[in-house]
């Protein structure tokens, strides 16, 4: 398949699990890829498995909490490849698990900081970018806590609460031009950040899911995918759940 052969795409927290294999799958269908995390090793790695491949490929840090990254890695977006059609963002952070009486300050604002206003960065460099390139999509990757709360998490859902509601007033700012923004809500994906969650945790996750198993990235990477494509032409300003039935419970 081939349908980004003439498109260049930006995703952030690149470096591994979910944005890894968004990177991934956008090359193998012909995109030229922007990978960025601030891990810049990781990000290296990513775009090494791409050019391996036979993809064009840029890896690059970033800070996702630094809008001067987020101009940097656009500019150089356009500069590499010509322009920039597509963007996901997708870079985040788990938080700590604590009520919302004393929970930590610090904790509340690197959540915002990374989950939020990261978004928040990325797409007010991104869409004017896009746009001059004729237009193209955004996906933002929220959460399954996007649209539900489990207790002790005010930052994460707050945060990805807001990215929905974020995503909705791009959508209309820049539907007459040309560019479709929408977000994705995972539920639990087996992916590196799981594993700092001991056995008994692991099962009690995955009880929460109807399917009675974690997602995976590759499934993430397929809804993304076709947001992120023609095939979606009609779809903007919505948020699409991956989450095994998790939400139905």
């Known amino acids: 398949m081939s349908r980004f052969s003439s498109k260049s795409a930006l995703v952030t927290g690149a470096g591994?699990?979910?944005?890894?294999?968004?990177?991934?799958a956008l090359a193998r269908e012909g995109a030229k890829v922007v990978v960025t995390d601030i891990d810049e090793t990781a990000a290296k790695e990513t775009a090494l498995g791409i050019a391996e491949a036979g993809g064009r490929v840029l890896a690059l840090r970033q800070d996702a909490s630094n809008p001067d990254d987020a101009q940097d890695v656009v500019d150089a977006a356009v500069s590499t490849f010509?322009?920039?059609h597509l963007a996901v963002n997708n870079a985040g952070v788990g938080t700590k698990i604590s009520p919302v009486g004393g929970y930590p300050?610090?904790?509340?604002?690197?959540?915002?900081d990374v989950n939020l206003n990261g978004v928040f960065y990325g797409l007010r460099t991104q869409l004017p970018a896009i746009a001059a390139s004729g237009g193209g999509a955004v996906v933002n990757m929220s959460s399954v806590l996007g649209s539900v709360a489990r207790p002790g998490n005010p930052a994460y859902v707050a945060a990805?609460?807001?990215?929905?509601?974020?995503?909705?007033?791009?959508?209309l700012d820049y539907a007459q031009?040309?560019?479709r923004i929408n977000a994705v809500g995972p539920a639990y994906i087996d992916t590196p950040l799981l594993n700092r969650f001991d056995d008994d945790t692991r099962r009690?996750?995955?009880?929460?899911?109807?399917?009675?198993?974690?997602?995976?990235?590759?499934?993430?990477?397929?809804?993304?995918l076709f947001l992120l494509s023609a095939e979606a032409s009609f779809i903007t300003g919505s948020y699409h759940l991956v989450d095994g039935g998790y939400t139905t419970l």
Do not use: F
């Open 16 to 24: 591994s699990g979910i944005g890894r294999r968004i990177a991934e």
């Open 82 to 84: 010509g322009g920039l």
């Open 105 to 112: 300050v610090d904790e509340w604002t690197r959540a915002m």
């Open 160 to 171: 990805k609460h807001a990215v929905v509601g974020l995503t909705k007033v791009a959508a």
């Open 177 to 179: 031009q040309g560019v």
């Open 204 to 224: 009690e996750l995955i009880s929460r899911h109807p399917l009675g198993r974690l997602g995976t990235a590759q499934e993430v990477a397929n809804l993304v």
